[in-house]
């Protein structure tokens, strides 16, 4: 396995590759201190997985969603200081298929690279505990579902968004909206067929990330498993 390590911090790049090449299986075929050497780098000699922290001088998440569609095969995980849910659901969204904090300790930066290489999604304790304190199950939400490409939504669509995302049923929105349930339903499957959505847990993630409803203002819990 062919990694890069992308961080503006000196300091963090060693200590990762201390830690990673201990595993004679990988190699450490770069090091890039912005967006643009990773870039460079990946476009120069390619690479199996980047390990990347986005928030770090010299980086943006722009670069992740360039170098996943230039680079269709390649394995995103994002090492970074302490983030909001909103943000790490954003990263995931644009690409990172594993999130780790830098502060996780040894053994799971070690595993997020296995199982990340594997194609499974990892996340240190941290991570997961920062999204379920949002009240967000990653169980109930495919990911894969969104798109990086723009996604144009009418005022009445984005209105609706945002009552399914604070739990309100087809019937219950219909009536709020004075519209019929069967409207209220084909605005559904054209919010649904734009997201790219396959459930009301992508939806709901949508209103999350675009900021249309706080992630505290809604639960997935067992009184919400009716709702269609």
């Not at 990340?116 to 579902?145: H, M, P, W």
Request: aromatic letters at 8%; hydrophobic letters at 40%.
């Amino acid at each position: 396995m062919k990694i890069i390590i992308a961080d503006s911090n000196d300091i963090v790049r060693v200590g990762l590759r201390t830690i990673l090449t201990n595993d004679k299986s990988w190699q450490i075929v770069g090091e890039a201190s912005s967006s643009k050497e990773l870039y460079e780098q990946l476009v120069s000699f390619g690479a199996d997985l980047v390990i990347i922290d986005y928030t770090s001088a010299g980086f943006s998440i722009d670069i992740v969603p360039k170098i996943v569609s230039k680079f269709q095969n390649l394995r995103i995980v994002a090492i970074t200081p302490e983030q909001s849910a909103n943000t790490i659901v954003d990263a995931l969204r644009s690409g990172v298929l594993s999130y780790i904090k830098k502060d996780c300790d040894i053994g799971e930066i070690i595993n997020s690279v296995k199982e990340t290489y594997a194609g499974n999604k990892f996340f240190c304790g941290q991570v997961l505990e920062t999204i379920q304190r949002a009240s967000i199950d990653v169980d109930d939400i495919d990911f894969d579902s969104f798109s990086c490409e723009s996604v144009v939504l009418t005022d009445r669509e984005i209105e609706i968004i945002t009552l399914i995302a604070e739990g309100y049923t087809n019937t219950e929105i219909a009536d709020l909206l004075h519209l019929s349930p069967h409207t209220i339903t084909t605005h559904r499957k054209n919010i649904m067929a734009k997201l790219g959505a396959k459930n009301t847990a992508a939806i709901v993630m949508y209103a999350v990330k675009t900021n249309l409803i706080s992630p505290n203002k809604f639960l997935f819990s067992s009184s919400n498993s009716s709702r269609p």
